[in-house]
Protein backbone atom coordinates (compact mmCIF):
# COMPACT_ATOMS: atom_id res chain seq x y z
CA UNK A 1 0.00 0.00 0.00
CA UNK A 2 2.35 2.50 1.05
CA UNK A 3 4.53 1.71 -2.60
CA UNK A 4 1.03 2.78 -4.19
CA UNK A 5 0.92 5.83 -2.01
CA UNK A 6 4.75 6.77 -2.74
CA UNK A 7 4.54 6.27 -6.91
CA UNK A 8 1.05 8.37 -7.16
CA UNK A 9 2.74 11.11 -4.63
CA UNK A 10 5.75 11.09 -7.54
CA UNK A 11 3.78 11.57 -10.30
CA UNK A 12 1.22 14.26 -8.69
CA UNK A 13 4.71 15.79 -7.89
CA UNK A 14 5.12 15.84 -11.86
CA UNK A 15 2.29 16.78 -12.90
CA UNK A 16 1.44 19.60 -10.62
CA UNK A 17 5.42 20.91 -11.24
CA UNK A 18 4.54 21.23 -15.22
CA UNK A 19 1.15 23.08 -14.21
CA UNK A 20 2.69 25.87 -12.00
CA UNK A 21 5.97 25.75 -13.62
CA UNK A 22 8.63 24.91 -11.38
CA UNK A 23 11.80 23.95 -12.96
CA UNK A 24 12.31 19.92 -13.64
CA UNK A 25 15.34 19.73 -11.94
CA UNK A 26 13.32 21.13 -9.17
CA UNK A 27 11.12 18.55 -9.22
CA UNK A 28 12.86 15.54 -9.53
CA UNK A 29 14.91 16.52 -6.72
CA UNK A 30 11.86 16.10 -4.08
CA UNK A 31 11.15 13.20 -6.01
CA UNK A 32 14.56 11.71 -4.80
CA UNK A 33 14.09 13.00 -1.34
CA UNK A 34 10.18 11.35 -1.21
CA UNK A 35 12.19 7.76 -2.68
CA UNK A 36 14.93 8.47 -0.34
CA UNK A 37 12.55 8.75 2.59
CA UNK A 38 10.83 5.61 1.40
CA UNK A 39 14.02 3.75 2.07
CA UNK A 40 14.40 5.59 5.07
CA UNK A 41 11.19 3.88 6.32
CA UNK A 42 12.13 0.79 5.23
CA UNK A 43 15.17 0.42 7.36
CA UNK A 44 17.74 1.06 5.05
CA UNK A 45 20.65 3.75 6.44
CA UNK A 46 21.69 7.33 4.42
CA UNK A 47 25.05 5.13 3.47
CA UNK A 48 22.87 2.53 1.72
CA UNK A 49 20.61 4.86 0.11
CA UNK A 50 23.75 6.61 -1.19
CA UNK A 51 25.27 3.65 -2.53
CA UNK A 52 21.76 2.94 -4.25
CA UNK A 53 21.43 6.48 -5.62
CA UNK A 54 25.33 6.00 -6.86
CA UNK A 55 24.74 2.86 -8.68
CA UNK A 56 21.66 4.31 -10.18
CA UNK A 57 24.39 7.30 -11.60
CA UNK A 58 26.40 4.78 -12.49
CA UNK A 59 24.26 2.96 -15.08
CA UNK A 60 24.05 6.41 -17.28
CA UNK A 61 27.74 7.60 -17.16
CA UNK A 62 27.91 6.57 -20.52
CA UNK A 63 25.16 8.60 -21.21
CA UNK A 64 26.82 11.79 -19.23
CA UNK A 65 29.98 11.08 -21.63
CA UNK A 66 27.93 11.26 -24.54
CA UNK A 67 26.09 14.38 -23.72
CA UNK A 68 29.62 16.43 -23.49
CA UNK A 69 30.53 15.07 -26.58
CA UNK A 70 26.97 16.01 -28.10
CA UNK A 71 27.89 19.95 -26.68
CA UNK A 72 31.01 19.90 -28.33
CA UNK A 73 29.78 18.17 -31.71
CA UNK A 74 26.98 20.80 -31.70
CA UNK A 75 29.49 24.07 -31.63
CA UNK A 76 31.72 22.39 -33.90
CA UNK A 77 29.38 21.72 -36.56
CA UNK A 78 28.30 25.27 -36.47
CA UNK A 79 31.84 26.40 -36.32
CA UNK A 80 32.40 24.40 -39.39
CA UNK A 81 29.79 25.69 -42.06
CA UNK A 82 28.19 21.89 -41.88
CA UNK A 83 24.60 23.70 -40.69
CA UNK A 84 24.84 26.82 -42.57
CA UNK A 85 25.75 24.59 -45.59
CA UNK A 86 22.71 22.14 -45.30
CA UNK A 87 20.20 25.29 -44.06
CA UNK A 88 21.66 27.11 -47.08
CA UNK A 89 20.71 23.87 -49.04
CA UNK A 90 17.67 22.94 -47.59
CA UNK A 91 15.50 25.34 -47.89
CA UNK A 92 15.26 25.58 -51.31
CA UNK A 93 13.18 21.91 -50.97
CA UNK A 94 10.68 23.70 -48.67
CA UNK A 95 7.74 26.27 -48.20
CA UNK A 96 7.20 28.29 -44.91
CA UNK A 97 3.46 26.68 -44.88
CA UNK A 98 5.19 23.35 -45.17
CA UNK A 99 8.13 23.21 -43.07
CA UNK A 100 6.58 21.45 -40.16
CA UNK A 101 5.30 18.43 -42.21
CA UNK A 102 8.56 18.29 -44.44
CA UNK A 103 10.80 18.37 -41.42
CA UNK A 104 8.71 14.92 -40.38
CA UNK A 105 8.59 13.12 -42.89
CA UNK A 106 12.52 13.83 -43.71
CA UNK A 107 13.70 13.42 -39.78
CA UNK A 108 11.41 9.81 -40.47
CA UNK A 109 13.66 8.73 -43.91
CA UNK A 110 16.71 9.76 -41.95
CA UNK A 111 16.27 7.29 -38.79
CA UNK A 112 14.51 4.55 -40.48
CA UNK A 113 18.11 4.58 -43.14
CA UNK A 114 20.55 5.26 -40.14
CA UNK A 115 18.35 2.92 -37.46
CA UNK A 116 18.99 6.20 -34.39
CA UNK A 117 16.94 8.53 -33.40
CA UNK A 118 20.32 10.26 -32.11
CA UNK A 119 21.65 10.15 -35.87
CA UNK A 120 18.55 11.71 -37.49
CA UNK A 121 18.27 14.58 -35.26
CA UNK A 122 21.98 15.21 -35.81
CA UNK A 123 21.36 15.57 -39.91
CA UNK A 124 18.16 16.01 -40.38
CA UNK A 125 16.97 17.42 -37.34
CA UNK A 126 19.23 20.26 -37.28
CA UNK A 127 19.50 21.52 -40.57
CA UNK A 128 14.88 21.08 -40.21
CA UNK A 129 14.73 23.32 -37.11
CA UNK A 130 17.33 25.68 -38.40
CA UNK A 131 15.18 26.40 -41.47
CA UNK A 132 11.89 26.65 -39.61
CA UNK A 133 12.81 28.87 -37.05
CA UNK A 134 13.61 31.27 -39.42
CA UNK A 135 10.81 30.42 -41.27
CA UNK A 136 8.69 31.79 -38.79
CA UNK A 137 7.32 28.17 -38.01
CA UNK A 138 6.15 27.55 -33.77
CA UNK A 139 9.00 25.98 -32.46
CA UNK A 140 7.23 23.92 -30.47
CA UNK A 141 5.45 22.38 -32.99
CA UNK A 142 8.54 22.36 -35.51
CA UNK A 143 10.19 20.57 -32.38
CA UNK A 144 7.49 17.96 -31.77
CA UNK A 145 7.38 17.00 -35.41
CA UNK A 146 11.13 16.63 -35.49
CA UNK A 147 10.99 14.42 -32.00
CA UNK A 148 8.52 12.40 -33.79
CA UNK A 149 10.17 11.75 -36.97
CA UNK A 150 13.26 10.77 -35.01
CA UNK A 151 11.50 7.70 -33.04
CA UNK A 152 10.00 6.44 -36.38
CA UNK A 153 13.14 4.82 -37.77
CA UNK A 154 14.47 4.22 -33.65
CA UNK A 155 11.02 2.24 -33.54
CA UNK A 156 10.86 0.53 -36.55
CA UNK A 157 13.86 0.21 -38.66
CA UNK A 158 16.10 -2.54 -39.80
CA UNK A 159 19.30 -1.16 -38.22
CA UNK A 160 17.41 -0.22 -35.07
CA UNK A 161 19.26 -1.47 -32.05
CA UNK A 162 16.03 -1.46 -30.07
CA UNK A 163 14.13 -3.36 -32.40
CA UNK A 164 17.36 -5.98 -32.34
CA UNK A 165 17.22 -5.64 -28.08
CA UNK A 166 13.28 -6.45 -28.42
CA UNK A 167 13.61 -9.46 -30.63
CA UNK A 168 16.31 -10.33 -28.69
CA UNK A 169 14.26 -10.09 -24.74
CA UNK A 170 11.07 -11.61 -26.27
CA UNK A 171 12.95 -14.35 -29.27
CA UNK A 172 11.33 -13.53 -32.15
CA UNK A 173 12.42 -12.57 -35.49
CA UNK A 174 13.24 -8.90 -35.86
CA UNK A 175 12.48 -9.17 -39.65
CA UNK A 176 8.74 -10.21 -38.90
CA UNK A 177 8.75 -7.77 -36.09
CA UNK A 178 9.38 -4.94 -38.41
CA UNK A 179 6.81 -5.70 -40.85
CA UNK A 180 4.41 -6.02 -38.27
CA UNK A 181 5.25 -2.73 -36.97
CA UNK A 182 5.28 -1.06 -39.82
CA UNK A 183 1.92 -1.98 -40.46
CA UNK A 184 0.44 -1.22 -37.49
CA UNK A 185 1.44 2.38 -36.99
CA UNK A 186 0.27 2.90 -40.90
CA UNK A 187 -2.86 4.63 -39.59
CA UNK A 188 -0.95 7.22 -36.41
CA UNK A 189 1.58 8.06 -39.42
CA UNK A 190 -1.17 9.31 -41.50
CA UNK A 191 -2.72 10.91 -39.10
CA UNK A 192 0.35 12.66 -37.80
CA UNK A 193 1.33 13.98 -41.65
CA UNK A 194 -2.86 15.76 -41.75
CA UNK A 195 -1.90 17.16 -38.17
CA UNK A 196 1.40 18.08 -39.10
CA UNK A 197 0.44 19.59 -42.05
CA UNK A 198 -2.45 21.71 -40.79
CA UNK A 199 -0.57 22.53 -37.85
CA UNK A 200 2.45 24.03 -40.08
CA UNK A 201 -0.15 26.30 -42.28
CA UNK A 202 -1.90 27.74 -38.98
CA UNK A 203 1.22 28.39 -37.50
CA UNK A 204 3.81 29.37 -40.04
CA UNK A 205 3.63 33.41 -40.39
CA UNK A 206 6.88 33.91 -43.01
CA UNK A 207 5.75 34.63 -46.67
CA UNK A 208 9.12 33.44 -48.69
CA UNK A 209 11.91 31.76 -47.73
CA UNK A 210 14.95 33.96 -46.79
CA UNK A 211 18.57 33.56 -48.98
CA UNK A 212 20.50 31.84 -46.56
CA UNK A 213 23.02 31.01 -48.95
CA UNK A 214 23.87 34.88 -49.17
CA UNK A 215 23.17 35.32 -45.45
CA UNK A 216 25.96 32.92 -44.53
CA UNK A 217 28.55 32.68 -47.44
CA UNK A 218 29.75 35.88 -45.54
CA UNK A 219 31.15 34.20 -42.56
CA UNK A 220 31.57 30.51 -43.67
CA UNK A 221 33.41 28.83 -46.81
CA UNK A 222 30.11 27.06 -47.90
CA UNK A 223 32.05 23.97 -49.61
CA UNK A 224 30.78 20.52 -50.07
CA UNK A 225 33.55 19.50 -48.00
CA UNK A 226 31.58 21.27 -44.61
CA UNK A 227 29.40 18.22 -45.30
CA UNK A 228 32.32 15.29 -44.11
CA UNK A 229 31.15 15.66 -40.39
CA UNK A 230 27.49 14.56 -42.04
CA UNK A 231 28.55 11.58 -44.29
CA UNK A 232 30.95 10.21 -41.61
CA UNK A 233 27.17 9.97 -39.06
CA UNK A 234 25.56 8.43 -41.75
CA UNK A 235 28.54 5.77 -42.74
CA UNK A 236 28.99 5.21 -39.54
CA UNK A 237 25.62 4.22 -38.38
CA UNK A 238 25.59 2.31 -41.54
CA UNK A 239 28.20 0.15 -40.20
CA UNK A 240 26.95 -0.49 -37.29
CA UNK A 241 29.04 1.35 -35.05
CA UNK A 242 28.59 3.25 -31.84
CA UNK A 243 27.00 6.40 -31.18
CA UNK A 244 30.05 7.41 -29.35
CA UNK A 245 32.66 6.34 -32.01
CA UNK A 246 31.17 8.01 -34.46
CA UNK A 247 30.44 11.38 -32.65
CA UNK A 248 34.31 11.41 -31.67
CA UNK A 249 35.51 10.55 -35.56
CA UNK A 250 33.11 13.39 -36.61
CA UNK A 251 33.92 15.97 -34.17
CA UNK A 252 37.47 15.58 -34.91
CA UNK A 253 37.07 15.60 -38.82
CA UNK A 254 34.58 18.84 -38.13
CA UNK A 255 37.53 20.30 -35.58
CA UNK A 256 40.20 19.83 -38.78
CA UNK A 257 37.50 21.65 -41.03
CA UNK A 258 37.45 24.76 -38.58
CA UNK A 259 40.64 24.99 -39.25
CA UNK A 260 41.83 23.93 -42.30
CA UNK A 261 38.43 25.29 -44.51
CA UNK A 262 37.11 27.49 -41.93
CA UNK A 263 40.79 29.73 -41.29
CA UNK A 264 39.77 29.47 -37.64
CA UNK A 265 42.33 29.98 -34.93
CA UNK A 266 43.59 26.55 -33.29
CA UNK A 267 43.93 28.65 -29.92
CA UNK A 268 39.96 29.42 -30.00
CA UNK A 269 39.15 25.47 -30.20
CA UNK A 270 39.06 25.01 -26.44
CA UNK A 271 36.84 27.44 -25.74
CA UNK A 272 34.52 26.94 -28.40
CA UNK A 273 34.00 23.33 -26.72
CA UNK A 274 33.79 24.23 -24.09
CA UNK A 275 31.00 27.06 -24.51
CA UNK A 276 29.89 27.14 -27.72
CA UNK A 277 30.35 28.69 -30.92
CA UNK A 278 30.12 32.44 -31.46
CA UNK A 279 29.57 34.84 -34.71
CA UNK A 280 30.36 38.21 -34.71
CA UNK A 281 28.45 38.86 -37.31
CA UNK A 282 24.89 39.63 -35.94
CA UNK A 283 22.78 38.95 -39.12
CA UNK A 284 22.91 35.02 -38.38
CA UNK A 285 23.65 34.99 -34.75
CA UNK A 286 20.70 33.50 -34.05
CA UNK A 287 21.23 30.49 -36.61
CA UNK A 288 24.49 29.37 -35.75
CA UNK A 289 25.36 30.22 -31.96
CA UNK A 290 25.44 28.00 -29.67
CA UNK A 291 26.56 23.99 -28.71
CA UNK A 292 29.56 23.56 -26.42
CA UNK A 293 29.84 21.29 -23.17
CA UNK A 294 28.23 23.70 -20.99
CA UNK A 295 25.03 23.80 -22.75
CA UNK A 296 24.66 20.31 -22.13
CA UNK A 297 25.24 21.30 -18.27
CA UNK A 298 21.56 21.53 -17.19
CA UNK A 299 20.72 18.55 -19.06
CA UNK A 300 23.08 16.14 -17.37
CA UNK A 301 22.26 16.96 -13.80
CA UNK A 302 18.75 16.56 -14.94
CA UNK A 303 19.48 12.73 -16.36
CA UNK A 304 21.77 12.33 -13.17
CA UNK A 305 19.05 13.12 -10.56
CA UNK A 306 16.48 11.05 -12.23
CA UNK A 307 19.08 7.95 -12.72
CA UNK A 308 19.61 7.43 -9.01
CA UNK A 309 15.88 6.55 -8.86
CA UNK A 310 16.51 2.66 -10.65
CA UNK A 311 19.65 2.37 -7.92
CA UNK A 312 17.25 3.40 -5.22
CA UNK A 313 14.09 1.18 -6.42
CA UNK A 314 16.47 -1.94 -6.72
CA UNK A 315 17.91 -1.51 -3.29
CA UNK A 316 14.31 -0.99 -1.75
CA UNK A 317 12.28 -3.09 -3.89
CA UNK A 318 9.93 -0.42 -4.73
CA UNK A 319 8.69 -1.83 -7.62
CA UNK A 320 8.35 -5.58 -6.50
CA UNK A 321 4.88 -5.86 -6.52
CA UNK A 322 4.16 -4.09 -9.75
CA UNK A 323 4.75 -7.11 -11.46
CA UNK A 324 1.69 -9.03 -9.89
CA UNK A 325 -0.36 -5.71 -10.08
CA UNK A 326 0.80 -5.93 -14.17
CA UNK A 327 -0.72 -8.80 -14.81
CA UNK A 328 -3.95 -8.04 -12.64
CA UNK A 329 -4.46 -4.88 -14.52
CA UNK A 330 -3.68 -7.28 -17.90
CA UNK A 331 -5.98 -9.30 -17.32
CA UNK A 332 -9.08 -6.92 -16.17
CA UNK A 333 -8.50 -4.85 -19.36
CA UNK A 334 -6.69 -6.07 -22.26
CA UNK A 335 -2.68 -7.13 -22.50
CA UNK A 336 -1.79 -3.80 -24.19
CA UNK A 337 -3.02 -1.77 -21.64
CA UNK A 338 -1.26 -3.27 -19.02
CA UNK A 339 2.44 -3.45 -21.22
CA UNK A 340 1.65 0.30 -22.25
CA UNK A 341 1.07 1.04 -18.41
CA UNK A 342 4.53 -0.44 -17.37
CA UNK A 343 6.21 1.13 -19.79
CA UNK A 344 4.72 5.06 -19.02
CA UNK A 345 5.99 4.15 -15.11
CA UNK A 346 9.41 2.61 -16.51
CA UNK A 347 9.83 5.48 -18.31
CA UNK A 348 9.12 7.54 -15.83
CA UNK A 349 11.64 6.12 -13.53
CA UNK A 350 14.60 4.57 -15.63
CA UNK A 351 15.20 7.94 -17.83
CA UNK A 352 16.52 5.73 -20.52
CA UNK A 353 14.79 4.11 -23.36
CA UNK A 354 17.03 0.75 -22.94
CA UNK A 355 15.86 0.50 -19.69
CA UNK A 356 12.47 1.08 -20.11
CA UNK A 357 12.53 -1.69 -22.58
CA UNK A 358 14.61 -4.26 -20.30
CA UNK A 359 12.21 -3.24 -17.01
CA UNK A 360 8.89 -3.46 -19.30
CA UNK A 361 9.83 -6.86 -20.67
CA UNK A 362 10.68 -8.23 -17.36
CA UNK A 363 7.41 -7.35 -15.73
CA UNK A 364 5.30 -8.01 -18.54
CA UNK A 365 6.46 -11.74 -19.00
CA UNK A 366 3.34 -13.99 -19.53
CA UNK A 367 0.64 -10.98 -20.06
CA UNK A 368 0.71 -12.00 -23.76
CA UNK A 369 0.15 -15.09 -24.75
CA UNK A 370 3.59 -15.54 -27.38
CA UNK A 371 6.70 -13.50 -28.14
CA UNK A 372 5.86 -11.87 -31.29
CA UNK A 373 2.25 -10.17 -29.68
CA UNK A 374 4.81 -9.49 -26.52
CA UNK A 375 7.51 -7.68 -29.27
CA UNK A 376 4.64 -5.68 -30.75
CA UNK A 377 3.47 -4.43 -27.55
CA UNK A 378 6.84 -2.80 -26.55
CA UNK A 379 7.37 -1.69 -29.65
CA UNK A 380 4.44 0.05 -29.60
CA UNK A 381 4.77 1.32 -25.95
CA UNK A 382 8.51 1.04 -24.52
CA UNK A 383 10.53 2.06 -27.20
CA UNK A 384 8.70 5.17 -28.15
CA UNK A 385 7.07 6.36 -24.98
CA UNK A 386 10.37 7.30 -24.01
CA UNK A 387 9.66 10.72 -26.31
CA UNK A 388 7.14 11.79 -23.87
CA UNK A 389 9.37 11.93 -21.01
CA UNK A 390 10.96 15.18 -20.59
CA UNK A 391 14.13 13.61 -18.90
CA UNK A 392 14.37 10.49 -21.19
CA UNK A 393 18.22 10.51 -22.34
CA UNK A 394 16.67 9.99 -25.46
CA UNK A 395 14.81 13.42 -25.56
CA UNK A 396 17.16 15.37 -23.79
CA UNK A 397 19.63 14.49 -26.51
CA UNK A 398 17.26 15.68 -29.71
CA UNK A 399 15.85 18.67 -28.13
CA UNK A 400 19.70 19.51 -27.27
CA UNK A 401 20.70 18.72 -31.22
CA UNK A 402 18.38 20.52 -32.77
CA UNK A 403 17.85 23.45 -30.22
CA UNK A 404 14.33 22.78 -29.64
CA UNK A 405 12.26 23.64 -26.26
CA UNK A 406 11.28 21.09 -23.85
CA UNK A 407 7.29 22.33 -25.05
CA UNK A 408 7.80 19.95 -28.13
CA UNK A 409 7.40 16.76 -26.39
CA UNK A 410 4.14 18.27 -26.71
CA UNK A 411 3.36 17.87 -30.35
CA UNK A 412 5.45 14.50 -30.37
CA UNK A 413 2.11 13.75 -32.16
CA UNK A 414 3.47 10.00 -33.52
CA UNK A 415 4.45 9.01 -29.93
CA UNK A 416 1.22 10.06 -28.79
CA UNK A 417 -0.36 8.26 -31.70
CA UNK A 418 1.00 5.06 -31.72
CA UNK A 419 -0.13 3.77 -28.41
CA UNK A 420 -3.35 5.56 -28.65
CA UNK A 421 -4.46 3.74 -31.54
CA UNK A 422 -2.78 0.46 -30.63
CA UNK A 423 -5.17 0.48 -27.44
CA UNK A 424 -8.24 0.91 -29.88
CA UNK A 425 -7.00 -2.05 -31.66
CA UNK A 426 -6.39 -4.32 -28.71
CA UNK A 427 -10.06 -3.47 -27.44
CA UNK A 428 -11.53 -4.12 -30.24
CA UNK A 429 -9.68 -7.41 -30.40
CA UNK A 430 -10.74 -8.31 -27.25
CA UNK A 431 -14.04 -7.98 -27.77
CA UNK A 432 -13.41 -10.04 -31.07
CA UNK A 433 -10.90 -12.22 -31.15
CA UNK A 434 -11.50 -13.10 -34.32
CA UNK A 435 -10.47 -10.00 -36.16
CA UNK A 436 -6.83 -10.92 -35.47
CA UNK A 437 -7.18 -13.26 -38.64
CA UNK A 438 -9.15 -11.10 -40.62
CA UNK A 439 -8.16 -9.38 -43.72
CA UNK A 440 -8.55 -6.16 -42.12
CA UNK A 441 -6.71 -7.28 -38.49
CA UNK A 442 -3.91 -8.49 -41.11
CA UNK A 443 -3.86 -5.11 -43.31
CA UNK A 444 -3.11 -3.51 -39.44
CA UNK A 445 0.02 -6.06 -38.43
CA UNK A 446 -1.91 -8.14 -36.16
CA UNK A 447 -2.24 -12.37 -36.72
CA UNK A 448 -2.77 -15.38 -34.80
CA UNK A 449 -0.19 -14.77 -32.58
CA UNK A 450 -2.01 -11.77 -31.01
CA UNK A 451 -5.24 -13.31 -30.60
CA UNK A 452 -6.09 -13.18 -26.45
CA UNK A 453 -7.10 -16.65 -26.29
CA UNK A 454 -3.85 -17.58 -26.69
CA UNK A 455 -2.63 -16.32 -23.40
CA UNK A 456 -1.90 -18.75 -20.94
CA UNK A 457 -2.46 -19.55 -17.11
CA UNK A 458 0.33 -16.66 -16.48
CA UNK A 459 -2.74 -14.16 -16.96
CA UNK A 460 -4.82 -16.72 -14.70
CA UNK A 461 -2.46 -16.50 -12.00
Known sequence: MIETIVLI????????????????????????????????????????????????????????????????????WRAAGTIPFITS????????????????????????????????????????????????????????????????????SPMS???????????TNVQENIGRMMRSAAVPLILSCIIFA???????????????????????VLSPIVLIPIVIVLIFSFAHVSVKKTMLVSLASAIAICI?????????????????????????????????????????????VASTYSGIFNGTGLLDKLRCTVKKISKRTTPFIGVLLTAIITAIIACDQVVCIMLTAQLCDGCEGSGSALALDIENSSVIIPALVPWSTSVIGILAFVGAPSTSI??????????????????????????VESKSGQLMGLNRCDDIRLVGESMAA
Open 9 to 76: AFASILISGIIIGTPLLTSLLIGLALFAGYGLWRGHSTQELVRMALSGVKTVSHVLILFAIIGMLTAT
Open 89 to 156: WSAALVKPSTIVVTSFLICCGMSFLCGSSFGAAATAGVACFTIGEIMGANTSVLGGAILSGCFFGDRC
Open 161 to 171: SSAALVGNLTR
Open 198 to 220: ALGMSNSTATTTPNFSQAFSSTF
Open 260 to 304: LVQHMSILDIPSMLLFGFKTSDQTIASMVNGGGIVSMFHLACIVS
Open 410 to 435: LFALYAILVPAWTVALSVYEYHHPEF
